[in-house]
């Protein structure tokens, strides 16, 4: 394919924003629209950005596919793992197992103050959504553009 | 206003299919999603919106491009038409 300037320019001046507004999406997703699998896309097409402009070689200098690969996996058996910690210790899978929240809350029941275990529980379920988003992000972004990276290499 | 952008995604999809070049199909399907994330917008689901932006016109669009630049870019309108 025949490369212009403009590409070039462009894609080296947009695809850092791209990866500050795909962090954005995974990290705000469980207060504002977004979330792990859009972040995660948002960031895999600043690294196509990147192949298409540059090459795939200088993608790849800066995004391993061997380290991708790594990424992808590791993010798939984590989050298998964050969903059976939660069946062990009996919150059912990929229910909200932080400790610390689920105590809080268990005091202020005893207690009887239901607005406080509210609270509490609230809490600990978005740190226990932004953890998974976090997962969920890092996973799609290495598959996606593994899959692309993969495509353009081979063809 | 979802009849209008309903209206909307129609044509370009019809155009998309008739157009001659493929280049000028793929970026038309383009249009049709990013369309269809306003149809989303309107619909009150930022969610699928930015699903569909990220997705639809993001990493599809591009995608399709490079499959046409590795097959070939004209319609063979065949005898069977």
Not at chain 1, 34 to 41: A, D, I, R
Not at chain 1, 132 to 145: H, Y
Request: hydrophobic residues 60%; positive net charge.
């Amino acid at each position: 394919m025949r490369k212009t300037d403009i590409l070039d320019v462009v894609a080296r001046k947009l695809s850092p924003y791209m990866f500050l507004f795909g962090l954005y999406l995974v990290s705000f997703g469980d207060t504002s629209p977004g979330g792990g699998f859009q972040g995660g896309v948002v960031i895999a097409s600043g690294i196509i950005l990147l192949a298409m402009a540059r090459g795939t070689g200088a993608a790849e200098a800066l995004f391993p596919a061997s380290r991708l690969t790594v990424l992808e996996v590791v993010g798939y058996v984590v989050f298998l793992a964050a969903g059976i910690v939660g069946v062990i210790l009996g919150v059912g899978f990929l229910g909200d197992w932080f400790a610390r929240g689920a105590s809080v809350a268990a005091r202020a029941a005893t207690v009887g103050d239901t607005a406080t275990a509210t609270a509490a529980a609230a809490a600990s379920a978005h740190r226990f959504v932004f953890l998974l988003n976090l997962i969920i992000g890092v996973k799609v972004a290495a598959g996606v553009s593994l899959i692309c990276l993969t495509l353009f290499r081979e063809t | 206003m979802t009849e209008l952008l309903l209206a909307v995604i129609l044509v370009v999809a019809v155009l998309a299919m008739r157009a001659g070049d493929l280049l000028t199909s793929v970026i038309l399907v383009g249009v049709m999603s990013l369309v269809s994330c306003l149809l989303f917008l309107h619909l009150a689901a930022p969610d699928v919106a930015l699903t569909e932006a990220a997705v639809g016109t993001g990493v599809g669009s591009v995608v399709l491009i490079w499959i046409v630049f590795k097959t070939q870019r004209r319609v063979d309108r065949g005898s069977d038409r």
